[in-house]
């Protein structure tokens, strides 16, 4: 209880904080306001935005002032006479030209910065976006890179209800993801976005923008970000059941910081192709399985296997206790209705695992296993 | 009394009719929009169905175009799907084949719909496609491989400031659909030959 | 005109118990059931949206499912919306414009019964789906295609055929309030002296005719994707998702009008009356409803700066959103002049126009701000919309109706209510729900995108807040509700006038009215 008392007293103290502080202090505090971002758009966009903030200030204080002058002196209470005025129209004229006058101030800034954010030139490197319920993808169209992008690991637990896990203790609760995207600075970047299922929307605020991820359509959207960083946002378009729990994370690095995470990549993809072709033992496969799991199956099936509403329990069901686990493996390389197929979406090695651990965890005891090659040779 | 009763059945007679016309606009809107897209080329729509535009004969040398081609399966259908050429570079007029490759990975026969998008959006009427795999469903049998082609050029008129156009394919599986079709016309096949 | 009495025969008149109700014809007796059934409703919605704040109250999920969470998100928009802003409207346009105009009913009495009890009937299909396996709608009160068509379990369905029965019953109410507008105004009362309340109905009722089909076909084509092989959404057929959303606000945008436009009727109404001064530009108001009315039909799109528009198309929907701040500058300017030099008293209706007046207006600004498209591309879908929708619809429209209630509950019942209860009421719901709405505006900027069950750390004192107001907020209305009932049961008799500066045919009746309003119309000069 105290701790609510507590919690209370010092949101009472940040109420009246937020009721007094001059505005300036709202235009620094990014706990109160938009970011100003790391693009010359999200700046010009910040700037509109405090522009037309300042003028809707203006504007209400005046029309505020007049009104409450008007509530305290024409009061019945202090022997106010009525007058009976009901029409002038010179104000009337007045009062709709200034508003007038005001949108014109407000719109040319205004299509000047949105000229600037559609227009289309040419770009350094093309990263296609495709937003998946409820992960992202990410491919280099010039490199041979693409991933998916999920929730961060920890997130993911802390996230589960009444996990436990008091939510600030995971750094970048819900913000983290596995695989970010990265990008260099100073270099300008065009993001294809598209949908592989709903609609979607890629939003990080630094950047300026969000733009709609529509299944069968591609929207172009681009950015050149000035200073190194790790920048996050959400998905913006309610996408299902899991839509607050996809992240995106933005990685800006220096050009050769850049070229060196390529390489990086390249190698890790090597590795996986060789990681594929040897033989693993059960325990590998195992923890493996354990953690591809949690990524891609817990959303639907539950980290306990038991599934929830519309989604069926792992744990003792037919297709991972008693089929084949070449059917099991099918299964989860095609999809089956409203399951997804996984194939195109995960390598030999995780398919393996993530079958494996099915057939072997919570109490599920088949106790037999898939290698990768395995996997390959049913694809 | 009477006049009155009058007026009133036609207030609601009128109120109706903008009821009913207003339904009718909902449905009008549909191609409404189809003709807004095409006209502005809203959302990179481009069409499925062949250019009524005639392959041109002069091609402008001076240009150059980059076309990029990227591909989606949506919810991760069991195919692989890629272009043979991530990118190639044409003169506007020139007329150019270009082959996707689509595998089934599946166990059984699937139907496929291609859609493509064009980005930027209000260039895509520029670009003319005179055949295309996307203008058909696709079947493919279990484990089918099959190199499929577009036949497009770009319109000589496309703005100087286009120097890149990326056309984007996404292949819908439309199995069920294109089985409920195809049952239907045996039936209506069967009516017709009882 | 001048024959408009009464044309109902008076069979109805001695019914009793249940039949009263059942067979009403009545405009007073529907009115009192659309009140009722749309203060239900306001009870379930805001159940629902407590569950949200419970949820939101600080960060990890602790109550509910995602899923579940989606389910009262959705649920909470579309029983506010269809359950309870626009049936309590209709309820007070029912109650109000026979009294207004010296009408004797409603021009078409028994279609008015017909509207009313599809309500009822329209709702519990909605609400039924929550025991249904696949439970209740979870993609959002605006059902964006796929994730309504291709990806919704099969009781959206149901949520179809709800929306299409509420449609009917606005349709059919909103026939009937043209056709007693136009057809049974007392002698003399041309539409140049109509009250301002029977001006935004009138208006109202027209875009509600216009719009509600719309929405019908979308419903309808809906219907036709998910269950006969169309494919007007799917983009697998060669449709559009995006064709969606243009044809949802099409009807979306014209629907928020519908229901603010009743709201600013009232508040019209009552300023006047406490200022003791006439409206201020009684022909500017009626022109700037006009305007904003048509302008409602050409600004759908900015609901959709980040579907990836041609920049022609963002900036035209821009500027056009942008000029509705002119008419509506135009009226608040005109209820501050209307206050202006007036000998003012503070009643509770009075309050709660006056609160009306300001915390519109600060969402009315914020709507400026999310209508210059650049920014929105932020905005969009953050709690920062969240917010300025809250402050038009709850501030702005829920307020006005509050106002409307405690403006005319004495002429409705007889009784004056209990005007320190009233003014208690106030004071809680004036501060609570600024408490509860004010720091969305700030989570929205800072980042929080909405409809989403859980949320970073960096969001949590906005959340707390929010919550702790939205519980105030909430309970508070069970004060309200006291009231009314304490006003129903009795109380200090109200006068004919009942406020000192009240004006219009209405004040001329007893309180309450006789059973039919005016049997002789009077002559209005």
Known sequence: MSVIKQCLVSHTLLLITMLVAPFSVLAEESKFNMPRGVTEISEEVYDIHMLVFYICCVIGIAVFAVMFYSLLKHRKSVGAVPSQFHDNTAVEIIWTLVPTLILVLIAVPATKTLLKIEVDREADMSIKVTGWQWKWQYEYLDEDISFFSNLSEASNQARQRASGIDPSTVENYLLDVDNPVVIPVNTRVRFLVTSADVIHSWWVPALGWKQDAIPGFINTAWTEVKEPGIYRGQCAELCGKDHGYMPVVLEAKSQADYAEWVKEQQRKQEEAMLASGRDWSMDELMSRGEKIYTANCAACHQANGEGIGMFPALKGSPVATQGSVEEHTKLVLNGLNAMPAFGAQLNDADIAAIVTYERNAWGNDVGDMIQPSAVKALR | MIHQQKSQRKIVVQSLLVVVLMFGFGFALVPMYNVFCDVFGINGKTGIEATAMAEPTVVDEERWINVEFVTTLNQSMPWHFKPTVKKIRVHPGQTTTVDFLAENLSESEMVGQAIPSVSPGWAANYFKKTECFCFNHQPLAAGESKEMGVRFFIDPDIPSKVTTLTLSYTFFDVTEKAKAKSNKKDELVKVATN | ?525
């Open chain 3, 1 to 525: 005109m001048s024959t408009a009495i009464t044309h109902e025969e008076e069979h109805h008149e001695d019914l009793t118990g249940w039949r009263r109700w059942v067979f009403a014809t009545n405009h007073k007796d529907i009115g009192t059931m659309y009140l009722w059934f749309s203060f239900a409703m306001f009870l379930l919605g805001g159940a629902f949206a407590l569950v949200i704040r419970a949820e939101l109250f600080v960060p990890g999920l602790q109550l509910v499912e995602p899923d579940f969470f989606n389910q009262m998100t959705t649920m909470h928009g579309l029983i506010m919306v269809f359950g309870a802003v626009m049936p309590a409207t209709v309820g007070m346009a029912n109650w109000m414009v026979p009294l207004m105009i010296g009408a004797p009913d409603m021009a078409l009495p028994r279609m008015n019964n017909w509207s009313f009890w599809i309500l009822p009937f329209a709702f519990s299909l909605l609400v039924s789906t929550f025991f249904m396996e696949g439970g209740a709608p979870a993609f959002g009160w605006t059902f964006y295609a796929p994730l309504s068509t291709t990806f919704a379990p099969s009781t959206t369905d149901f949520f179809i055929f709800g929306v299409h029965l509420m449609g009917f019953s606005s349709i059919m109410g909103s026939i009937n309030i043209i056709a007693t507008i136009l057809n049974l105004r007392a002698p003399g009362m041309t539409l140049m002296k109509l009250p301002l309340f029977v001006w935004t109905w009138l208006i109202t009722a027209f875009l509600l005719i216009a719009v509600m089909p719309v929405l019908a076909g979308a419903v309808t084509m809906m219907l036709m994707d998910r269950n006969f092989g169309t494919s007007f959404f799917d983009a697998a057929g060669g449709g559009d998702p995006v064709l969606f959303q243009h044809v949802f606000w099409f009807f979306g945008h014209p629907e928020v009008y519908i229901m603010i436009l009743p709201a600013f009727g009232i508040v019209s109404q009552i300023i006047p009356t406490f200022a003791r001064k006439p409206l201020f530009g009684y022909a500017s108001m009626v022109y700037a409803v006009a305007a904003i009315a048509f302008l409602s039909f050409i600004v759908w799109a900015h609901h959709m700066f980040a579907v990836g528009m041609p920049v022609a198309g963002e900036l035209y929907f821009m500027y056009a959103t942008t000029l509705i701040a002119i008419p509506t500058g135009v009226k608040v300017f005109n209820w501050v002049a209307t206050m202006w030099r007036g000998a003012m008293t503070f009643e509770t209706p009075m309050l709660f126009a006056i609160a009306f007046v300001v915390l519109f207006t600060i969402g009315g600004l914020s709507g400026l701000m999310l209508g210059v498209a650049p920014a929105d591309k932020q905005y969009h879908d953050t709690y920062f919309v969240v917010a300025h929708f809250h402050y038009v619809l709850v501030t702005g429209a829920v307020f006005a109706l509050m106002a409307g209630t405690y403006y005319w509950l004495p002429k409705w019942t007889g009784y004056m209510y209990d005007e320190r209860l009233g003014k208690i009421h106030f004071w809680i719901s004036t501060i609570s729900v600024n408490v509860l709405f004010f720091p969305m505006h700030f989570s929205g900027l800072a980042g929080m995108p909405r409809r989403i069950p859980d949320y970073a750390v960096q969001f949590a004192d906005w959340n707390f807040l929010s919550s702790v107001g939205g519980f105030v907020f909430g309970f508070s209305q069970l004060l309200f509700f006291y009231i009314v009932i304490k006003a129903i049961r009795g109380g200090e008799p109200a006068t004919n006038r009942v406020w000192e500066g009240a004006e219009g045919l209405e004040w001329t009746l007893s309180s309450p009215p006789p059973h039919h309003s005016f049997t002789v119309p009077p002559e209005v000069r």
